[in-house]
């Protein structure tokens, strides 16, 4: 998004949920839009490796696994206090913490086998293109604050949940089952590496793009459609069923004004 956008139609647009076709696509505007939100608000980006696991892990050498890591941003955790996130396990069904359900990222707690603090991370390191970034050991839980009624903040305080201040803080931990990570960068072909990986992550994902489902009966005031050009195969009458595939209304729309739109 340009500045002259965020300009036109407000701050709230900047980091305006993005939606995505495709898991490739999220992960790259994930990526690049905790890098920005990082530099707008001049925070450190922290980043892990996620545990690769499995039979397909085990044939990569040293050498392949620190390259994938490079070449592969859904490899990495990331971290930027305050940035949007969403739960991607069912927590606790009957508060709302849910697969799907909002949340912003608060803090990481370390294992207690991690050598130093956070700060003596974050001291060493990097600026990169203007944000600091920061490769720590995979921490111990990554802390949110969810999005829940009245109701089930009260609920789940009762059962032992942190408040910090005023805020609700949930702890999400690695999920005990892995996933399938599929690597898509031109590295991984050339090296041969398997078309599927075992990962084990925390329980959640950076919020700033989602599929559709994620956004599905949720009021917003900005959201924003991933619509580049893929390969010709996109049109303005495809476009408005993307729209409405969203959940987006476009009653006054018509194929000429959602062109002139974009």
Known sequence: LTNAAVKKHGEKLRFAPIGVLSNLERTAFNYLQAREFAKFHKRPLIWWRHELTGTHASWLDKDEE?????????????????????????????????NGCDGTLHSLTLTSATPETLEDYIRCGVVVDGVLEVEIPPPYSVNVVPQVSKEGKAALLARGASLHETELIIPLPVGDKAVVFKPRSVYAARAAVPRELMIKKHQFDLGF???????????????????????????????IDLAREYGVELPSYTEAGLREQV
């Open 209 to 239: 793009a989602v599929t559709d489902y994620k956004v599905q009966s949720k009021t917003l005031d900005y959201f924003v459609l991933s619509i580049g050009p893929r390969d010709g195969s996109i049109r303005p009458a495809t476009l």
């Open 66 to 98: 620190d390259r994938l890591f490079t070449e592969e941003l859904g490899l990495r955790g990331i971290f930027v206090e305050g940035a949007p996130a969403r739960c991607t396990h069912n927590i606790d069904t009957g508060n709302g913490v849910v």
